[in-house]
């Protein structure tokens, strides 16, 4: 399976943006991590398709949503009232089997990857 994420650009604090990841295959889970300059990659959220159950940082629970669309196989990260600290290269990242609970944050669940997409938020 391949991932391909899209959408990123540079925007202004409070404003929303919406990334793309287009899979061409089915994958039973799909997240998104991001890595800012310097530190080390972050989970941001992820959903598993068989409970359409989502789980977000805390950084960005109530301004980000993670959606579906399984006729295209693609996941939709929508992200609003953006903050500085939200500049990163997004990844979105899938998996080939249903992870559990506890390792849906690891990034280790996750068997595919993209190439990444880069959010820059600055005034």
């Known amino acids: 399976v391949q991932l391909q994420a899209s959408g990123g650009g540079l925007v202004q604090p409070g404003d929303s943006l919406r990334l793309s990841c287009a899979a061409s295959g089915r994958t039973y889970a799909t997240a998104w991590f991001r890595q800012a300059p310097g530190k080390e990659r972050e989970f941001v959220t992820a959903l598993r398709r068989s409970t359409s159950t989502t789980y977000y940082a805390d950084s960005v629970k109530g301004r980000f949503t993670i959606s579906r669309d399984n006729t295209n196989n693609a996941v939709y990260l929508q992200m609003n009232s953006l903050k500085p600290e939200d500049t990163a290269v997004y990844y979105c990242?899938?998996?080939?089997?249903?992870?559990?609970?506890?390792?849906?944050?690891?990034?280790?669940?996750?068997?595919?990857w993209g190439q990444g997409t880069l959010v820059t938020v600055s005034s």
């Open positions: 990242a899938a998996s080939a089997t249903t992870p559990i609970t506890s390792a849906v944050r690891d990034p280790q669940s996750y068997h595919y």
